[in-house]
């Protein structure tokens, strides 16, 4: 099992930056993959950007060239960079780690974009 624990959201100003982490409660070195989803209200979760553990990373179209999803095995954590931001990418925000056999969720962190 792996617990995950998100911070660094918040309130941003519209072309503002966020740096999202998600801290894991054991090595992820043999996660195959880490990835960040987010639900806006009356949503469904989406995929936002995952990375496996070869660092192969895979984003959504809608924020490509302005997020960056990241992993430092030694710290057993995951970042998102979010740079850019819109009013659309307003969302609860998830770390998601899925090791072959299981899938695990962290308890999510606001992100909240003002126009």
């Known amino acids: 099992q792996v617990q995950l624990v998100e911070s660094g959201g918040g309130l941003v100003q519209a072309g503002g930056s966020l740096r999202l982490s998600c801290a894991a409660s054991r090595s992820i070195f043999s996660i195959n993959v880490m990835g960040w989803y987010r639900q806006a209200p009356g949503k469904q979760r989406e995929l936002v950007a995952a990375i496996t553990s070869g660092g192969s990373t895979n984003y959504a179209d809608s924020v490509k060239g302005r997020f960056t999803i990241s992993r430092d095995n030694a710290k057993n954590t995951v970042y998102l960079q979010m740079n850019t931001l819109k009013p659309e990418d307003t969302a609860v925000y998830y770390c998601?780690?899925?090791?072959?056999?299981?899938?695990?969720w962290g308890q999510g962190t606001q992100v909240t974009v003002s126009s």
């Open positions: 998601n780690a899925h090791d072959g056999y299981l899938n695990y």
